[in-house]
């Protein structure tokens, strides 16, 4: 006689069968264990502790038979083989012995096994065949680990900062293009499964890899919440402290009687990088009209630097052709150095906050970058309509420390800005407005801060210009 099941047992007995493991799933790593002091040499306070307690409870390490884990002890290259396959059948199947037990053959090494199953999984080549009992290096490790996620289950949290910290050789020194690995190193690093032995993050490649320090890779990888936000001061690889005004002119060689606009030019970049503002000439036979001449082309090409902050110039010469040509501030006066010298520290202070606060990063392009700098200045200034020719608000000065300006001093106070970050720029003027034209990624583009910033909302249509919209906007 056939017994019948009840329909409500049934049902019980259907819901206690244990789920499917997913495939290919960062959910297949589930805590099944408790850990509650199974390792003797395992203490509360230990670095290692929340690593090896997850390790025991993920169920992927039982410790030694002597009731330790053994946090220093070091690890076999065929030891770290068997916890990265453990690891990858996990993640694949669900099951940590799955994937390798389909390796298995009498007589083989317990390593092998897992080996097989990594090397049929195109984690691993065949360069550890021969070195599985040979004590493992901390770059082996790197290596046998770095492949074993999916890049979307081991995203590169530290991406930014480990490429600025390991590019300016202050973090991860020890690591080079000549270390084994290097590139398995640098992944493990960008996705916090690794942070370095020290505050300088470096990884000691060479070294043996501790059953402690392989504890906190694993769990890393098994358990984002474990993984490690860097947190590198890198404020020395980006700041423009100590950059000078002078330093920002490519110097010009000295011409005693220059005779073009580009000789002119010449002996004004002398000046500027000098860190002078007066420029002495020499002339046979001059006159009042030759001398207001040079006077008119050295001050068009001041003006092409307007971030140096001068646009007015004043003229002194003798009967016998020597002239002097002084430069200042139209309204700063006998201030005009101390203008300059606050707003190079003003424009230092906004470029290093900037890149404190990563809206500008090493890894975006001249462009973004540009972008960032030209919301800044529309953010930070208004229109100063009042201003008359002598205004002070003819300076980026005026911008930085008083928040008003008129298109030179606009344009002066971003094309700083843009030269603080190594950014080609010049200025480029008609009857009555100067705009910024900047090299950007190799491309000329024309930027009008003043009038991208005449509306109670950014207009963005005058960032980037080509020159011919900007042609159609104001013509030269």
Same mark, same amino acid.
């Given at each position: 006689?056939?017994?019948?099941?009840?329909? !409500?047992?049934?049902?019980?007995?259907?819901?206690?069968?244990?789920?499917?493991?997913?495939?290919?799933?960062?959910?297949?790593?589930?805590?099944?264990?408790?850990?509650?002091?199974?390792?003797?040499?395992?203490?509360?306070?230990?670095?290692?502790?929340?690593? &090896?307690?997850?390790?025991?409870?993920?169920?992927?390490?039982?410790?030694?038979?002597?009731?330790?884990?053994?946090?220093?002890?070091?690890?076999?290259?065929?030891?770290?083989?068997?916890?990265?396959?453990?690891?990858?059948?996990?993640?694949?199947?669900?099951?940590?012995?799955?994937?390798?037990?389909?390796?298995?053959?009498?007589?083989?090494?317990?390593?092998?096994?897992?080996?097989?199953?990594?090397?049929?999984?195109?984690?691993?080549?065949?360069?550890?065949?021969?070195?599985?009992?040979?004590?493992?290096?901390?770059?082996?490790?790197?290596?046998?680990?770095?492949?074993?996620?999916?890049?979307?289950?081991?995203?590169?949290?530290?991406?930014?900062?480990?490429?600025?910290?390991?590019?300016?050789?202050?973090?991860?020194?020890?690591?080079?293009?000549?270390?084994?690995?290097?590139?398995?190193?640098?992944?493990?690093?960008?996705?916090?499964?690794?942070?370095?032995?020290?505050?300088?993050?470096?990884?000691?490649?060479?070294?043996?890899?501790?059953?402690?320090?392989?504890a906190a890779m694993l769990t890393r990888l098994a358990d984002p919440s474990l993984? &490690?936000?860097?947190?590198?001061?890198?404020?020395?690889?980006?700041?423009?402290?100590?950059?000078? !005004?002078?330093?920002?002119?490519?110097?010009?060689?000295?011409?005693?009687?220059?005779?073009?606009?580009?000789?002119?030019?010449?002996?004004?970049?002398?000046?500027?990088?000098?860190?002078?503002?007066?420029?002495?000439?020499?002339? &046979?036979?001059?006159?009042?009209?030759?001398?207001?001449?040079?006077?008119?082309?050295?001050?068009?090409?001041?003006?092409?630097?307007?971030?140096?902050?001068?646009?007015?110039?004043?003229?002194?010469?003798?009967?016998?052709?020597?002239?002097?040509?002084?430069?200042?501030?139209?309204?700063?006066?006998?201030?005009?150095?101390?203008?300059?010298?606050?707003?190079?520290?003003?424009?230092?202070?906004?470029?290093?906050?900037?890149?404190?606060?990563?809206?500008?990063?090493?890894?975006?392009?001249?462009?973004?970058?540009?972008?960032?700098?030209?919301?800044?200045?529309?953010?930070?200034?208004?229109?100063?309509?009042?201003?008359?020719?002598?205004?002070?608000?003819?300076?980026?000065?005026?911008?930085?420390?008083?928040?008003?300006a008129v298109c030179d001093g606009y344009t002066g106070a971003y094309n700083l800005?843009?030269?603080?970050?190594?950014?080609?720029?010049?200025?480029?003027?008609?009857?009555?407005?100067?705009?910024?034209?900047?090299?950007?990624?190799?491309?000329?583009?024309?930027?009008?801060?003043?009038?991208?910033?005449?509306?109670?909302?950014?207009?963005?249509?005058?960032?980037?210009?080509?020159?011919?919209?900007?042609?159609?906007?104001?013509?030269?």
């Amino acid at each position: 006689m056939k017994k019948r099941i009840p329909l !409500l047992l049934a049902l019980c007995l259907l819901l206690t069968v244990p789920a499917l493991a997913a495939e290919d799933s960062m959910e297949n790593f589930v805590r099944s264990k408790t850990y509650t002091g199974q390792f003797s040499d395992l203490s509360a306070d230990s670095v290692f502790f929340r690593n &090896v307690s997850a390790l025991y409870e993920y169920g992927l390490s039982v410790g030694k038979p002597d009731g330790t884990y053994g946090l220093k002890d070091p690890l076999t290259v065929g030891q770290a083989v068997i916890f990265a396959g453990r690891i990858r059948s996990l993640y694949r199947t669900g099951d940590p012995e799955q994937g390798p037990a389909a390796y298995r053959t009498d007589g083989q090494a317990a390593a092998e096994a897992y080996l097989r199953y990594l090397q049929a999984e195109d984690i691993l080549g065949t360069e550890l065949d021969k070195q599985l009992t040979q004590l493992a290096t901390r770059a082996q490790m790197a290596h046998v680990l770095a492949n074993l996620l999916p890049p979307e289950a081991l995203p590169s949290i530290n991406d930014e900062l480990v490429t600025e910290g390991y590019a300016t050789r202050r973090f991860i020194t020890d690591v080079t293009e000549y270390t084994p690995y290097q590139q398995d190193i640098l992944t493990l690093y960008r996705s916090g499964v690794c942070a370095g032995a020290d505050a300088h993050g470096s990884f000691l490649p060479d070294a043996p890899i501790t059953r402690g320090a392989a504890a906190a890779m694993l769990t890393r990888l098994a358990d984002p919440s474990l993984r &490690v936000t860097l947190n590198w001061d890198l404020s020395y690889a980006y700041s423009a402290q100590g950059t000078t !005004l002078a330093s920002l002119v490519e110097p010009g060689a000295y011409i005693p009687s220059p005779a073009t606009a580009d000789e002119i030019d010449s002996d004004v970049r002398y000046m500027l990088s000098r860190g002078e503002n007066a420029l002495t000439l020499r002339y &046979v036979g001059l006159s009042a009209i030759k001398a207001r001449d040079v006077m008119q082309q050295a001050l068009a090409s001041v003006k092409l630097r307007c971030e140096q902050g001068y646009n007015a110039v004043s003229c002194s010469y003798s009967l016998a052709g020597d002239m002097t040509l002084t430069f200042s501030a139209a309204g700063a006066g006998d201030r005009t150095q101390d203008h300059r010298a606050a707003t190079m520290a003003s424009a230092i202070a906004v470029h290093d906050q900037l890149w404190a606060n990563r809206q500008i990063t090493a890894s975006m392009t001249e462009l973004e970058k540009a972008r960032v700098y030209y919301i800044w200045v529309c953010d930070n200034c208004v229109y100063d309509y009042k201003a008359g020719d002598d205004s002070i608000s003819h300076t980026p000065y005026s911008l930085f420390e008083l928040g008003t300006a008129v298109c030179d001093g606009y344009t002066g106070a971003y094309n700083l800005l843009l030269k603080l970050e190594g950014i080609d720029c010049t200025s480029l003027s008609n009857n009555s407005h100067i705009w910024t034209v900047a090299t950007l990624d190799g491309t000329e583009y024309h930027i009008d801060t003043t009038w991208g910033d005449n509306g109670r909302a950014i207009d963005y249509s005058y960032f980037a210009m080509t020159e011919e919209r900007s042609r159609a906007e104001h013509p030269w």
